[in-house]
């Protein structure tokens, strides 16, 4: 064993050429037993709340990205990224070595995704040519999907996606990669690998450990571009000067997000139908899930699965208080999906001075993104030390380790926020409220650990009767009044 160790310790000596990162990056992602993601260390006694770090613009939007080599990333495994879409923006396709889940904040539009192997089961009329000699064709192509704000989008590692704006106003998607997910065998960067158009490269930041060898001025940063172009008129059977276009070779400009000069000829099904039918299967999943069941496996395959959710109906949500708010769980009992991605997706909304928590997460790290409004937000450590104690606004995230403890308070423009967390059934346990470990706990019990008295312990445990979501308390009403 000493002996392989040493030789290997020889050639990367001899190779000089990224040995030693590739050790550390296995060391760091030490594979557990029985799990689906790798270990890494989180030594965090100082969280942020964090904001996109760089911008690309595009010809019909703009990209956002957050710091993936931040620490409080690389510790929860997940990338951030925010699409803004312009009236008929399409976001050109692309797959990740990563599997991505999307929530839609604002607009509606059409998502398609490519299951590959799966057959084309929609048709959409195509009609080309001038008006003498216009033509009339079916084309066939693979589900499309009518999106909506609160949507979640779930796209497994590798399947192609492109999402088309075909509504009024802007199209904002906030999109996490689970980095860490046993199935990105890459490293742990995300990457895009674009299907069409120059995609305007990435920064030094964003390209760590990427390698640009090989890489030709005038191809574009499309998975095209860097094809012999011979070999590529003779695979796709086409002309030599399609498969510059398709290379990309004239520098195409426009970006990842481009503008439809006219409205994509698509014929999706109606929205109001969409939503009526998601909502009954939505209903019908939730009783399973209260039940404890998942799918059977027969009614959803790998290419009928759902890849979308609303989260947005109050009737589907796991903890509802008409003068808190709520909070709606996704996880792979009610969405799939889910279960092969390995995340849980958790919504919620917070009226003024309304809380959530404490709580804190069994066996995930979370990622919480500001939707709206804002909400002083404090973390706790296995120390007792306050690593956060802010606010956390619209269009910020912040990443809470495993077992760290979160308290919410929405300020006065209320909260509504998303989470991805890293297990497909994430757990929380509550440490106030009625289903909580206080509650669970024998009186006696409390009044020898804090040192109260049995009157003082019999209030600490029954004083707080809601779930999940809490009311302002009346000592607090008396504070703001005052």
Not at 32 to 57: G, K, V
Not at 89 to 102: C, E, F, I, Q
Not at 157 to 181: C, K, M, P, R, S
């Amino acid at each position: 064993m000493a002996y392989s160790y040493l030789l290997s310790l020889s050639i990367c000596f001899l190779v000089l050429h990224g040995c030693f990162a590739q050790i550390e990056q296995v060391t760091r992602r030490t594979r557990l037993p029985h799990q689906h993601r790798f270990q890494t260390e989180c030594r965090l006694d100082n969280l942020n709340a964090q904001e996109p770090s760089e911008r690309i613009e595009s010809e019909a939007g703009f990209t956002e990205y957050w710091d993936q080599n931040d620490d409080q990333f690389q510790c929860a495994g997940v990338a951030l990224v925010r699409h803004t879409i312009q009236r008929r923006g399409l976001l050109l396709p692309s797959y990740s070595n990563a599997p991505r889940v999307y929530y839609v904040a604002q607009g509606k539009g059409i998502q398609g995704a490519v299951l590959p192997g799966c057959p084309n089961t929609y048709q959409s009329p195509l009609q080309f040519g001038n008006r003498r000699t216009q033509q009339r064709i079916a084309d066939s192509h693979q589900k499309l999907r009518p999106i909506r704000e609160g949507d979640i989008l779930a796209v497994p590692e590798g399947v192609a996606q492109w999402i088309y704006n075909d509504g009024e106003n802007q199209l904002v998607l906030v999109g996490f990669y689970d980095t860490l997910n046993e199935e990105n065998q890459l490293d742990q960067n995300p990457r895009d690998f674009y299907l069409a158009g120059n995609p305007q490269e990435q920064s030094e930041q964003r390209n760590q450990g990427q390698s640009r060898r090989g890489k030709q001025d005038d191809n574009g940063n499309n998975v095209f571009g860097g094809f012999d172009r011979r070999l590529l008129v003779d695979s796709l059977n086409i002309r030599e000067d399609l498969a510059d276009k398709i290379q990309s070779r004239r520098k195409d400009q426009r970006g990842n997000i481009v503008d439809v000069q006219d409205d994509l000829q698509l014929i999706a099904p109606g929205r109001e139908d969409d939503e009526e039918r998601e909502d009954k299967r939505d209903e019908e999943r939730e009783d399973r899930r209260r039940q404890g069941r998942r799918e059977n496996g027969i009614e959803e395959t790998f290419c009928t699965q759902r890849l979308k959710h609303n989260t947005d109906d109050p009737q589907l949500a796991d903890f509802y208080n008409p003068r808190a708010g709520r909070v709606t769980t996704l996880n792979s009992y009610v969405f799939p999906i889910l279960e092969r991605l390995q995340l849980t997706v958790v919504s919620g909304f917070l009226y003024k001075n309304a809380l959530v928590g404490p709580y804190y997460n069994l066996n995930s790290n979370s990622v919480i993104y500001g939707l709206r409004g804002n909400a002083r937000i404090q973390v706790v450590d296995d120390n007792g030390d306050s690593v956060y104690d802010g606010e956390l606004r619209k269009g910020q995230a912040l990443v809470v380790p495993q077992n760290y403890v979160v308290l919410k308070r929405a300020e006065n423009e209320g909260f509504e926020w998303v989470s991805i967390k890293t297990n497909d059934n994430a757990i929380t346990n509550q440490l106030a409220g009625r289903l909580s470990v206080i509650q669970a706990l024998p009186v006696d019990v409390l009044q020898n650990a804090f040192n109260i008295d049995e009157n003082d312990a019999f209030q600490l445990k029954e004083n707080r009767n809601e779930a999940g979501v809490f009311s302002p308390s009346e000592s607090q009403s008396q504070r703001r009044r005052d």
